[in-house]
């Protein structure tokens, strides 16, 4: 197959998914393994999944504010609107 000084076409494309495919399949095991080990580890820690975490707001603060808390907390927890209440929103010094 690699007879010769100079690679066909076909060769390098061979040579170039065969690169491609090693460093896809390495990035698939990686992302695997860090699921795996989180469930294993979250359940040593005796983290409950399924516990919602609470968010306070102040009832002062405009709606602005509170649409920016509420889209980050939405984000961080993975989850819709209507699943936990922000009560009250405090500044952390």
Not at 5 to 30: K, Q
Not at 39 to 55: A, N, W, Y
């Amino acid at each position: 197959m690699f007879e010769g000084n100079v690679m066909s076409f076909a060769e390098s494309l061979v040579i170039s998914g065969l690169g491609i495919s090693i460093v896809f399949s390495a990035l698939v095991t990686l992302a695997l393994s860090i699921v795996i080990f989180s469930k294993i580890f979250g359940k040593f820690s005796g983290q409950d999944e399924t516990k919602k975490p609470v968010v306070q707001a102040k009832k002062e603060n405009n709606d602005d504010v509170y649409a920016v808390v509420m889209a980050a907390v939405s984000e961080e927890v993975r989850s819709l609107k209507g699943e936990y209440k922000i009560k009250e929103i405090k500044e952390v010094k």
